[in-house]
């Protein structure tokens, strides 16, 4: 039975862990000029029913380094635009002899229904309102290089909640840790049935990212304008947008996160968005190695370090702190260090 990548909410934690470590020890490995794995027998389709930038290029580049072979597709020139059914479509991609597909969708579920029919490994690069698993890997792994571990973090997440299926994987995966979440922003973005997410409500912000460790925005979707969910943009900026000012009330070591695309002069200002806290380009560049490991993750039928024998130190264990320690090592990797 294939290995599929589709959601957080009902990942292991040690799934998780092993993920993080494989994904720091590639970001070494890359970053050093070392070896990866080589995939080069696996053709991996690219299917995107939605606009994405950030997202497709991360995975096209995980690919490329593990040496796959892409096949592209997007909603307007697929054969769904001429009627067919996304069934058949997938079923296609299937007897085209595709070994995987990465898949991103409007419609909630579109992922799991997709790994139905396929019969390879599928991963989810976000469906509808439902989650975004590998943009959340991405953003632990990054709070793991700043903070060393997620237990006891106070992680307020601030915008569109209601939007947002990274602000669901993000609260699934940091809370399955230890962090305690906060959801931050107007009544009318977030979810009705928040009692289904972990974490506590917040409608003002000083009170939401006060002694706060980290903070996440989301992206205002400006097209939820026409739906009366907000009065104006700039009433909402003037209410939620994480600046200079409303900094002063999170931790003095907070981090700043964004997974983009980003509305300058709205979510953030400049100072928030390239200040020394920020680490949006940290959380992008991330998503490369986070790529690699969840491809390497379903393409292999029992994962494993990817060293044999494994260092103590990558190898991955019960410990919410072990990927920790291998993307502390990541990090001494940008900055210039070697493993010693």
């Known amino acids: 039975m294939p290995r599929n990548l589709l959601g957080i909410r009902h990942l292991a934690n040690d799934d998780i862990e ?20 080589n995939l080069s027998n696996q053709v991996v389709g690219m ?41 058949d479509t997938v079923l296609t991609l299937r007897y085209e002899r595709l070994n995987g597909l990465v898949m991103r969708h409007r419609a909630s579920g579109s992922a799991a229904l997709a790994a139905k029919y396929f019969g390879g490994p599928v991963l989810n690069a976000g469906d509808g309102q ?19 571990d997620i237990k006891g973090l106070q992680v307020a997440i601030v915008g569109d909640v209601e939007h947002s299926r990274v602000a669901r994987s993000n609260a699934w995966l940091l809370s399955k840790f230890g962090a305690d979440i906060r959801y931050v922003g107007p009544r009318t973005l977030m979810p009705p049935h928040m009692q289904m997410l972990p974490g506590e409500v917040f409608y003002d912000l000083r009170a939401g990212i006060e002694g706060a460790d980290v903070i996440i925005c989301l992206r205002l979707q400006k097209e939820r304008m026409a739906d009366g969910m907000l009065s104006s943009i700039s009433e909402y900026a003037s209410m939620y947008q994480i600046n200079r000012e409303t900094l002063r009330w999170a931790n003095r070591d907070c981090l700043v996160m964004h997974p983009g695309p980003i509305n300058r002069g709205v979510e953030v200002d400049d100072v928030a968005a390239d200040g020394e806290r920020s680490v949006i380009t940290n959380q992008i560049e991330n998503g490369i190695f986070v790529r690699m490991a969840a491809l390497y993750w379903v393409f292999t039928t029992e994962p494993k370090p990817v060293e044999s024998p494994p260092p103590a130190k990558t190898r991955p264990t019960r410990s919410a702190k072990a990927p920790a320690r291998t993307a502390s090592k990541a990090k001494k990797a940008v900055a210039g260090g070697k493993k010693k």
């Open 47 to 87: 299917l995107f029913f939605e606009n994405s930038t950030r997202t497709r290029v991360s995975f096209e580049q995980a690919a490329y380094y593990l040496k796959m072979k892409t096949a592209n597709f997007s909603a307007g020139g697929s054969s769904m635009a001429k009627g067919e059914t996304f069934r």
């Open 130 to 148: 439902h989650e975004h698993p590998t943009q959340a890997l991405a953003d632990a792994l990054t709070i793991l290089e700043r903070k060393g």
């Open 18 to 37: 092993e993920l993080l470590s494989i994904s720091a020890d590639f970001k070494l490995r890359i970053n050093e000029g070392r070896e990866v794995p």
